[in-house]
């Protein structure tokens, strides 16, 4: 733990947008999930981008060019420190779905063939899914599950069944985007790892709540998005280890990634440098390297962890007093380590929830999450989803319960 004090109305002073009102109420922000807020230090590096030196980059040698260059290339620093990987295995994407259609289009097409399998979770987000059945319909290869058991969590017993030797990815989430457990990562890399098969992580949720390590985890390919960690949209990253990028060619062609160009053919450059095709999304890099910077100057990630967490107990406790609410989740792991809390309300559809509370000024989530085949499995079409971030407070979540108080009772 470090000594970071992490004052969290301090910290909401950051964030312009926690002032405004709904219907004049306050906004209550809880579908921090879906995307997070933005903090004047993200928004003014990238105003100051755009008023202050905007240039394309690695072309233009001006003054501005040169400066862009510069604060784009020390943002892939920033979040290459991040993760504890190299700036060289960072890729700048539009998000997490991008980087991941990315590996599929490129590795996985070029490498599997009929009898191969793909493994993925039954906790994948549509992203971690649709683009494997396009690889699987396109190559011939298999997918396969590792199931969620009884208890919410991944069923590892079968493991060794189910990651074979004709496994040749793993493409596995760090955290639901539904249930909001932690995924235990090292039994799925050692076993894949055991047998040769490659490791795509989608970090999506995870990296935004807790401090990720990919030399430690041994992933190949990481996936996430920067506007759910304080980032603004339309930027992402997909880690590629080092080791690993003469196997993977490049997933989109044009300007920037080409070292010489023919009217019939073409060349391009070395390493990573060959995977940025075209304008990259500049200011938004520069704003995701001011989002590390955040976290970096402001949050201990453990404390944010700590802080989510008793949010989610409040918020069970709160809900389950209330009744005739299901949690869909691990509750007791919820209390000790979640940042989401899923429910079905009895009776009452989830969208029906969310309007109602959107009318107090409170934003959530309700729907299938972007996970229609976990939804169905719980025996759901659609959940309420409470997803928090550091700025959240504990007031917030009794005036959210209050709300829900109210909905049973007048509904
Ligand atoms: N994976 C998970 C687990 C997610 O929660 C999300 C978004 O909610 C995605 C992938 C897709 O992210 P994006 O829409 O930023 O590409």
């Known amino acids: 733990m470090s000594d970071k004090f992490m004052d969290i109305n301090k910290l909401r002073e950051d964030f312009p947008i926690l002032k405004e009102k709904i219907n004049n109420y306050n906004l209550v922000y809880f579908d921090n999930a879906a995307t997070s807020q933005k903090p004047n230090q993200v928004l003014d590096a990238m105003l100051e981008f755009y008023t ?16 862009a260059t510069i604060a784009f290339e020390q943002a892939r620093v920033t979040i290459a420190k991040f993760i504890n990987a190299e700036p060289e295995e960072i890729i ?44 699987a319909i396109k190559t011939g290869a298999k997918i396969k599950l590792i199931p969620v058991g009884l208890d919410w969590e991944l ?55 807790k401090k990720i390590d990919v030399k430690a985890i041994d992933c190949d390919f990481m996936a996430f998005s920067g506007h759910k960690m ?33 009217y019939d053919k073409a ?19 520069i704003g995701f390297g001011a989002a590390i910077d955040y976290f970096n100057n402001k949050i201990d990630m453990e404390q944010m962890a700590k802080h989510e967490a008793n949010l989610c107990k409040r918020a069970i406790d709160g809900l389950q007093a209330i009744g005739g609410i299901k949690i869909l989740g691990p509750i007791d792991r919820l209390k000790k380590t979640g940042h989401l809390v899923s429910f079905v309300v009895e009776g009452i559809h989830s969208h029906d929830v969310a309007a109602y509370l959107s009318d107090f000024g409170i934003c959530i989530r309700a729907g299938h999450n972007c996970a229609q085949p976990l939804a169905k ?35």
């Not at 996985?108 to 987000?125: F, M, R």
């Not at 989430?173 to 989608?202: C, E, F, W």
Request: aromatic share 10%.
């Open 52 to 67: 202050k030196y905007n240039s394309n980059i690695h072309r233009s040698a001006n003054a501005f060019g040169e400066k």
């Open 377 to 411: 499995k719980i025996g759901i079409d659609a959940a309420v989803r409470v997803s928090f971030y550091f700025y959240n407070t504990e007031d917030e979540v009794d005036y959210f319960l209050s709300k829900m108080g109210e909905i049973r009772n007048n509904f």
């Open 155 to 209: 069923d590892l017993s079968n493991l060794d069944d189910i990651i074979t030797k004709n496994t040749k990815i793993v493409a596995i989430t760090g955290a639901s985007n539904v249930l909001g457990t932690h995924v235990d990562l090292k039994p799925i890399v050692k076993r894949a790892k055991q047998v040769g098969a490659k490791v795509l992580v989608d970090a999506a949720q995870s990296v935004s709540h």
């Open 92 to 135: 700048f994407t539009s998000g997490t779905t991008e980087s991941i259609n990315f590996v599929a289009f490129t590795w996985a097409l070029d490498n599997l063939k009929p009898a191969d399998e793909i493994v993925i979770s039954e906790l994948e987000h549509h992203s971690n899914m649709v683009p494997w059945q396009q690889v």
């Open 230 to 262: 304080l980032a603004p949209t339309g930027v992402g990253i997909l880690f590629i280890k080092k080791d690993l990028q003469d196997q993977v060619k490049p997933y989109q062609f044009g300007g920037g990634m080409v070292f010489e160009v023919d």
């Open 267 to 285: 060349s391009w450059l070395k390493n990573r440098q060959k995977y940025e095709a075209g304008t990259q999304p500049i200011a938004q890099a």
